[in-house]
T-cell receptor, first 114, second 115 residues
């Protein structure tokens, strides 16, 4: 299996622009997570999908952030409009069902907003 | 309430000496516990996991961890550190919540290995 795939790996954009991050989970996994990692705040869970349905979006910072999972093999995280404080590494992770199943992380997207 | 505490934000050891990274958890349920490692500019990789079977869990790269329910701890150890072990380590607790699972990440411990 190719693992969790994220694109792009790096994104540099100007403040005010729309940014879309993409994730392809591991085939057969039914849960998907979006995380943000910064030096200041560490690793933060943004949103958690189970069977394509958002279960917990309490970590989404504000209305500028939105996430979708139209099918089991694809998810997007969109920031509109982007701000410099959104600069971070965004990770996607997926897992199979059951409490003992671990999350598999993608390589991350490094976002820089200037 | 559920939580994970990694007691040390930074640990520094010399190559060839033992490693101890501490993790304590709080959970109202029987948790599953994980340790992940993150090398610089990389994603998180699973080191090992505890899922209510043997309390001493062996993982990759010579790491192991022992689940101690009485102490609510899941400390990560390695007998002899290698330079390539320099990374950040995260302790994670998974608990059932309603009809799904909630994950709680520790704040991370950065391991420095000196030559």
């Amino acid at each position: 299996d190719a693992g969790v795939i994220q694109s792009p790996r790096h994104e540099v954009t100007e403040m005010g622009q729309e940014v879309t991050l993409r994730c392809k989970p591991i085939s057969g996994h039914n849960s998907l997570f979006w995380y943000r990692q910064t030096m200041m705040r560490g690793l933060e869970l943004l949103i958690y999908f189970n069977n394509n349905v958002p279960i917990d979006d309490s970590g989404m910072p504000e209305d500028r952030f939105s996430a979708k999972m139209p099918n089991a093999s694809f998810s997007t995280l969109k920031i509109q409009p982007s701000e410099p404080r959104d600069s971070a590494v965004y990770f996607c992770a997926s897992r199979a069902g059951g409490s003992s199943y671990e999350q598999y992380f993608g390589p991350g997207t490094r976002l820089t907003v200037t | 309430a559920q939580s994970v505490t990694q007691l040390d934000s930074h640990v520094s050891v010399s190559e060839g000496t033992p490693v101890l990274l501490r993790c304590n958890y709080s959970s109202s349920y029987s948790p599953s516990l994980f340790w992940y490692v993150q090398h610089p500019n990389k994603g998180l990789q699973l080191l090992l996991k505890y899922t209510s079977a043997a309390t001493l869990v062996k993982g990759i790269n010579g790491f192991e961890a022992e689940f101690k329910k009485s102490e609510t701890s899941f400390h990560l150890t390695k007998p002899s550190a290698h330079m390539s072990d320099a990374a950040e380590y995260f302790c994670v607790v998974s608990v059932p919540l309603y009809n799904f699972n909630k994950f709680y990440f520790g704040s991370g411990t950065k391991l420095n290995v000196k030559p």
